[in-house]
């Protein structure tokens, strides 16, 4: 059975970006499809300083390991797709959530080619920015994005406001049907991935 990791990147465990993603997991499941929503804690999160130990021990792990980082690449890893949920904060993604994004990838968490989802939560505006934020990192990584009948985005302010929100939830159940389609159709194919050719970085300086 396929699995789908849903991360809420919320510091509340059971507020309005948890119930958006319950309602992803809970679709997925009457799907026949896996799901695990992890939460990742109100603890600080550390954000990437560049030192480069994990491209030296190659161990698909952050140098750091005294956050919930290396703990969620684990879950990453055995997954077979991502969604990624966050309230929104000034127009932005919750911080903790990106720092662990971007820790988590860059060590080598093992999500290319991984159907991937973002959640954006606010109370009224800034959601698509953060929406576009969350999904910049699928498309460095290959990451099929699966998307809904609007966007991935739920509205509410104080706790439990997001059942409220009708087309909201409607969006997140079909999200979730998104995606189970195209993991069982993934699944089904047995056509391996392209060929990824190998990375010319540059900069536009010479």
Known sequence: MAKVLLINGSPRRDGN??????EVSKTLNEDGIDAEVAWI???PVRGCIAC????ETRNGKCA?????CNEMIEKMNAADALVVGSPVYYG????????????AFYAG???DNKPAAAVAVCRRGGATAALQTLMMPFQLKNMPLVTSQYWNIVYGLNKGDAKLDVEGMQTMRQ??????WLLKNKENAAIPAPKKEDWQPMHFIR
Do not use: E, Y
């Open 92 to 103: 932005q993604p919750a911080g903790q959530v990106l720092a662990l994004v971007q820790r």
């Open 64 to 68: 750091f390991d005294d956050d919930i």
């Open 41 to 43: 804690g109100a603890r």
């Open 175 to 180: 999200l979730a049907r998104n995606m189970a």
């Open 17 to 22: 970006t948890f119930l958006a993603l319950s």
């Open 52 to 55: 480069g130990k994990c491209h």
């Open 109 to 111: 968490a093992q999500v």
